[in-house]
């Protein structure tokens, strides 16, 4: 091998041994599995939506989406954040909404959950796709965790928002009643002036509602700033949460392809003096 390569080989080595072997792992320590099912460590099922932990909590009648409490009030993190700082950088209320839901649709791929995790459903909290954009500069989710962060993130920005659900979907809606480029206008409680924001589409404008929900029954819930308080149980072993990047069962460290690539090099070298 010529000299030159070693240190540069190794330099290399180095680098990914320090490197995590998935760099798309979720935190283990945050998941427990009971019945088949997911929770985090607020004991809310990240794999139904339906039930009093839920993440949705849903019902034939109403619903409540308590994983948003997981960002907001005492937990708010990366996406309330940065929706404060979309308020700081945009003091108009339409570009403000505008620019969140632009980031939301271009920093996250559509992504099923049975691709992704390999759960046929997995509810993402704001923050975690938040951090995971921040970290990676795109994310993967799916309608809800695209709902979910809009909603958390217009929070943030001093914007009033709403989860939104028609028949197997989820999408947000935002309080903009002067907004003049939406399709429809929306009102909650009697209140009108709420519009859509469905950004799980690459051309997807605020404010377009899709035509197949205009007239549907919807149910919807107007997001409170308020915190749930985290219930972590005893006794759970964590279960690995593994998102798309990740491969299930073996994860073999760069670090040994590194080294394979030496002992190869090596060999040809060998070979070349015989």
Known sequence: MPKYLRPILLSIAILMVVMPATAFAMSSTKFYEQNGEV???WSICRTNSVGDDG????SEAEFCPIILGESLGENVDKAYQLGQQFAQDYPDFNQRAEKIFAFARDKVRYTPDKDQFGYKEFAQNADEL???IDDEGIGYGDCEDYAILLAAMYKGAG???AIVLPPEHAATLVYLPEYNRANQFLSIDGESGWIWAEATGSNNPLGWMPEK???AELMVYEVKDEAVTKMEPTG????VITPSGGSPGINISPFFGVLAMMWLLSLFRFRRRR
Not at 55 to 58: G, L, R, V
Not at 236 to 239: A, E
């Open 55 to 58: 993440f949705f909590q849903a």
């Open 213 to 215: 929900f205009i007239g």
């Open 236 to 239: 759970k072993s964590p279960t």
């Open 159 to 161: 914007l009033r928002s």
């Open 130 to 132: 938040a951090i995971f």
């Open 39 to 41: 929770y985090d460590d």
